[in-house]
């Protein structure tokens, strides 16, 4: 990953090889399930993401400098800044019987190899690129000991969507090398494609990601 130790990569794909095989399993949302986007009332379109954040039951790798990765950032691709700077507008809360990771999550549960830790789904729309303004743990109704950060959605060109998380465990498993309450942080950015799921990884815990655009979604407010 740019800006981090070059051994992170090989630990980083015993992770992925892992959380692939279960993503492999789960038949896709398709664009049938979700019309096309709404528009919030001069904000522009409105999406919804969905969310699951899990740790690690078990050490996916070796020990690191884990102190050098807090400030370390992976973006997926290039963007050039809007004329105009836009702040995405928090819409609703989405209930779990319309979730579309529930299969995931249970998946992942009795893997042995992950818990889960959260999941939640809202609506939303998106803040211009380059702002990474976005929602918080606690605004989004996620709250975890130890789990502090923000989910951000951006668009110019192309739409991404970023995490800026941080998760300090009591009791990191062993083979981390890590001691008890070091923060573990996933400060990454990717390009979406709606109904795919992004994965956003590292040894010690992960955040897998569902956008798919809304119609007919309120402004803000309403």
Request: a neutral charge; aromatic letters at 10%; charged letters at 15%.
């Amino acid at each position: 990953m740019f800006g981090m130790d070059a051994r992170i990569a090989p630990l980083r794909a015993l992770s992925f090889a892992l959380i692939a095989c279960l993503l492999a399993t789960m038949t896709p949302p398709t664009a049938a399930q979700e019309p096309a986007a709404g528009t919030a009332a001069g904000a522009g379109p409105v999406y919804n993401v969905e969310i699951i954040v899990f740790r690690a039951a078990g050490a996916l790798g070796g020990a690191e400098n884990w102190g050098a990765e807090a400030g370390a950032r992976n973006i997926a691709g290039d963007e050039s800044a809007s004329g105009t700077t836009q702040v995405g507008g928090y819409i609703a809360a989405l209930p779990p019987a319309v979730w579309q990771l529930n299969d995931l999550e249970n998946r992942l549960r009795s893997s042995g190899t992950y818990v889960p830790m959260a999941h939640a789904a809202w609506s939303q729309t998106a803040s211009s690129w380059g702002t990474r303004a976005g929602f918080s743990m606690q605004r989004l109704g996620i709250s975890v000991p130890g789990l502090a950060g923000t989910v951000f959605l951006e668009r110019s060109q192309f739409l991404h969507l970023g995490v800026s998380v941080t998760y300090s465990m009591p009791n990191p498993p062993p083979g981390l090398g890590a001691a008890p309450g070091t923060p573990f942080t996933i400060n990454e950015s990717r390009r979406v494609k709606f109904y795919e799921r992004n994965y956003f990884d590292h040894p010690a815990f992960g955040v897998i990601a569902l956008v798919t655009p809304v119609q007919g979604a309120r402004a803000p407010g309403r």
